[in-house]
């Protein structure tokens, strides 16, 4: 019986003296952070399209495919995007400038967003955004299913459906 105790205890002690050093490495490394900081003058700004105006900064995730994205996107001054909808839902926070986010019905035709307001725009839903401030209009945009822009049957630009 002494016997066994004893053979537990230098086990034990013999695992504490290989484990102690390895978890002492182990916290030598720069633990690796899945967080993510961009600095405003190191955003790399994109079209979003050839045909539109608009300038996209891709924060995280892939914009091409379902699984939820984040970026900053930036309409000029005097911008109107015309109907439109998207296949999923965004969410969408003002940054800088005055933006104007109109429903199907009309509604929010004459609220003028400003910095810090929020809009939640329902996938396959129809709606307007429009930059109405002398300075470009800059909104933070989180999205779970892939970007893209459907437009109204009959627009003119509806063959780009399946532009990002």
């Known amino acids: 019986m002494i016997a066994g105790k004893w053979r537990l205890a230098m086990g034990s002690l013999a695992l504490l003296a290989i484990g102690v050093p390895i978890a002492a490495r182990s916290q030598d490394r720069e633990p690796v952070s899945r967080s993510l900081s961009v ?4 955003m790399r700004w994109q079209r979003q399209t050839p045909n ?24 000029p001054p005097g911008f109107d995007s015309r109907l439109h909808a998207h296949s ?7 940054v800088k400038g005055v933006w104007i986010h109109e429903g199907p019905g009309g509604e929010g035709r004459d609220k003028r967003l400003l910095p ?4 939640r725009q329902a996938g396959g839903e129809m709606h307007i955004d429009r930059c109405v401030s002398e300075e470009p209009c800059v909104l933070f945009l989180f999205q779970y299913a892939r970007a893209d822009i459907i437009w109204p049957d ?5 063959a780009e459906r399946s532009a990002p």
């Open 154 to 158: 009959g627009d003119s630009r509806a």
């Open 116 to 119: 810090g307001s929020y809009v």
């Open 39 to 42: 600095a405003a003058d190191a």
């Open 52 to 75: 539109l105006p608009i300038m996209i900064g891709e924060l995280w995730g892939n914009r091409q495919a379902d699984g939820g994205f984040g970026e900053l996107v930036r309409l």
């Open 88 to 94: 999923g839902d965004f969410h969408g926070v003002l």
